[in-house]
Nanobody, 121 residues
Framework: QVQLVESGGGLVQPGGSLRLSCAAS?????MAWFRQAPGKEREFVAT????????YYSGSAKGRFAISRDNAKNTVYLQMNSLKPEDTAVYYC?????????????????WGQGTQVTVSS
């Protein structure tokens, strides 16, 4: 069983930046970030394979967000730049230990509790 703990959320003004972190208690393969805004379904943001050679982004994240990982620390990061009010959501870290990767939430076995990101002036 792998536990995931997110950190780094908070309140930021439009155009600002935040860096989210997610520490895993054990070895993982693909890791991803999803988000859920009030009244909306959870949506994919970005994913990264264990080797970090492959990364995938949603259309809304591409060009503004960057996912990275440090396997020595079992940690994945999400650097978010040029934040917009519509990025406001609870951001969840997800991990897979079976070699799956992709944008579907059902591919990921483990989930964190989420961290709130609010973009507002």
């Amino acid at each position: 069983q792998v536990q995931l703990v997110e950190s780094g959320g908070g309140l930021v003004q439009p155009g600002g930046s935040l860096r989210l972190s997610c520490a895993a208690s054990g070895r993982t393969f693909s890791m991803a970030w999803f988000r859920q805004a009030p009244g909306k379904e959870r949506e994919f943001v970005a994913t990264i394979t264990r080797s970090a050679l492959n990364t995938y982004y949603s259309g809304s994240a591409k060009g503004r967000f960057a996912i990275s990982r440090d396997n020595a620390k079992n940690t994945v990061y999400l650097q978010m730049n040029s934040l917009k009010p519509e990025d406001t959501a609870v951001y969840y870290c997800a991990a897979d230990s079976s070699g799956n990767t992709g944008s579907l939430a059902r591919l990921y076995e483990y989930w964190g509790q989420g961290t709130q990101v609010t973009v507002s002036s």
